[in-house]
Protein backbone atom coordinates (compact mmCIF):
# COMPACT_ATOMS: atom_id res chain seq x y z
CA UNK A 1 0.00 0.00 0.00
CA UNK A 2 1.44 3.19 -0.78
CA UNK A 3 2.80 5.72 1.86
CA UNK A 4 3.01 9.41 1.79
CA UNK A 5 5.11 11.12 4.48
CA UNK A 6 5.81 15.20 4.51
CA UNK A 7 9.19 16.63 5.52
CA UNK A 8 10.80 20.03 5.81
CA UNK A 9 11.12 22.31 8.07
CA UNK A 10 8.54 23.25 10.95
CA UNK A 11 9.75 27.25 11.38
CA UNK A 12 10.29 29.64 8.39
CA UNK A 13 10.21 33.59 8.72
CA UNK A 14 8.00 35.62 7.16
CA UNK A 15 9.04 37.05 3.13
CA UNK A 16 10.94 33.83 3.19
CA UNK A 17 10.02 30.01 0.81
CA UNK A 18 8.67 27.28 2.36
CA UNK A 19 10.14 24.08 1.04
CA UNK A 20 8.54 20.79 1.17
CA UNK A 21 9.17 17.47 0.12
CA UNK A 22 6.79 14.38 0.29
CA UNK A 23 8.20 10.83 -0.17
CA UNK A 24 6.31 8.43 -1.97
CA UNK A 25 6.83 4.05 -0.60
CA UNK A 26 5.21 1.60 -1.43
CA UNK A 27 3.96 2.10 -4.51
CA UNK A 28 4.26 3.53 -8.11
CA UNK A 29 4.14 7.48 -8.76
CA UNK A 30 2.37 5.88 -12.19
CA UNK A 31 -0.06 5.95 -13.50
CA UNK A 32 -0.97 9.81 -14.63
CA UNK A 33 -4.22 9.25 -13.36
CA UNK A 34 -3.73 10.12 -9.92
CA UNK A 35 -3.19 13.62 -8.27
CA UNK A 36 -0.34 14.23 -6.43
CA UNK A 37 -1.68 17.07 -4.54
CA UNK A 38 -0.76 19.43 -1.60
CA UNK A 39 -2.76 20.34 0.63
CA UNK A 40 -3.45 22.56 4.03
CA UNK A 41 -5.32 23.25 6.98
CA UNK A 42 -4.65 26.07 9.09
CA UNK A 43 -5.24 26.58 12.69
CA UNK A 44 -9.27 26.99 12.85
CA UNK A 45 -10.11 26.34 9.49
CA UNK A 46 -11.10 23.88 6.79
CA UNK A 47 -8.69 22.07 4.33
CA UNK A 48 -7.11 24.47 1.46
CA UNK A 49 -6.34 22.81 -1.91
CA UNK A 50 -3.45 23.92 -2.82
CA UNK A 51 -2.31 22.14 -6.05
CA UNK A 52 -1.43 18.77 -7.91
CA UNK A 53 1.08 17.33 -9.92
CA UNK A 54 0.71 14.71 -12.66
CA UNK A 55 3.13 11.43 -13.47
CA UNK A 56 3.68 13.35 -16.86
CA UNK A 57 4.54 16.76 -14.72
CA UNK A 58 1.38 18.37 -15.54
CA UNK A 59 0.67 20.97 -12.83
CA UNK A 60 -2.43 22.88 -11.64
CA UNK A 61 -3.12 25.58 -8.72
CA UNK A 62 -5.89 26.92 -6.89
CA UNK A 63 -5.83 30.50 -7.88
CA UNK A 64 -5.57 31.84 -4.62
CA UNK A 65 -1.80 30.07 -4.63
CA UNK A 66 -0.99 30.01 -8.30
CA UNK A 67 1.31 33.28 -8.33
CA UNK A 68 3.63 31.63 -5.71
CA UNK A 69 3.48 28.18 -5.83
CA UNK A 70 5.44 25.27 -7.27
CA UNK A 71 5.36 21.61 -7.57
CA UNK A 72 7.43 19.19 -8.79
CA UNK A 73 9.08 15.85 -9.05
CA UNK A 74 12.45 14.99 -7.40
CA UNK A 75 14.80 12.15 -7.87
CA UNK A 76 12.97 9.85 -10.24
CA UNK A 77 9.51 10.66 -9.87
CA UNK A 78 9.56 9.25 -5.98
CA UNK A 79 9.32 12.74 -3.99
CA UNK A 80 7.42 15.80 -5.40
CA UNK A 81 8.27 19.01 -3.46
CA UNK A 82 6.26 22.05 -3.05
CA UNK A 83 7.93 25.34 -3.16
CA UNK A 84 5.57 28.92 -1.41
CA UNK A 85 6.93 32.08 -1.74
CA UNK A 86 7.04 35.18 0.22
CA UNK A 87 5.06 33.28 3.72
CA UNK A 88 3.18 35.49 5.70
CA UNK A 89 2.18 33.99 9.68
CA UNK A 90 -1.43 33.52 7.49
CA UNK A 91 0.58 30.76 5.94
CA UNK A 92 0.90 28.76 9.22
CA UNK A 93 -1.01 25.07 8.70
CA UNK A 94 -0.47 21.70 9.30
CA UNK A 95 0.91 20.60 5.35
CA UNK A 96 -0.30 17.19 4.01
CA UNK A 97 0.55 15.43 0.28
CA UNK A 98 -2.04 13.33 -1.17
CA UNK A 99 -2.47 10.69 -3.82
CA UNK A 100 -5.93 11.42 -4.71
CA UNK A 101 -8.56 10.14 -8.06
CA UNK A 102 -9.30 13.84 -9.51
CA UNK A 103 -12.69 13.69 -8.49
CA UNK A 104 -11.62 13.69 -4.64
CA UNK A 105 -9.28 16.79 -5.73
CA UNK A 106 -10.72 20.00 -3.94
CA UNK A 107 -13.55 18.69 -2.30
CA UNK A 108 -13.69 18.05 1.73
CA UNK A 109 -13.15 14.34 0.99
CA UNK A 110 -10.28 12.45 2.79
CA UNK A 111 -10.39 9.64 0.25
CA UNK A 112 -6.95 8.26 -1.35
CA UNK A 113 -3.69 7.77 0.38
CA UNK A 114 -2.45 11.08 2.74
CA UNK A 115 0.32 11.53 4.65
CA UNK A 116 0.21 12.18 8.32
CA UNK A 117 1.05 15.96 7.81
CA UNK A 118 3.57 18.48 9.36
CA UNK A 119 2.97 21.54 11.21
CA UNK A 120 4.86 24.67 9.33
CA UNK A 121 4.20 27.69 11.15
CA UNK A 122 5.44 31.45 9.80
CA UNK A 123 6.93 33.74 12.10
CA UNK A 124 6.22 37.80 11.48
Known amino acids: QVQLQESGPGLVKSSQTLSLTCTVSGGSTAPNTYYWSWIRQPPGKGMEWIGYIKYNGFTSYTPSFKRRTSISWVTFKNQFALQLSSVTPEDTAVYYC????????????????WGQGTQVTVSS
Open 98 to 113: ARVWGHIYGTNSREGS
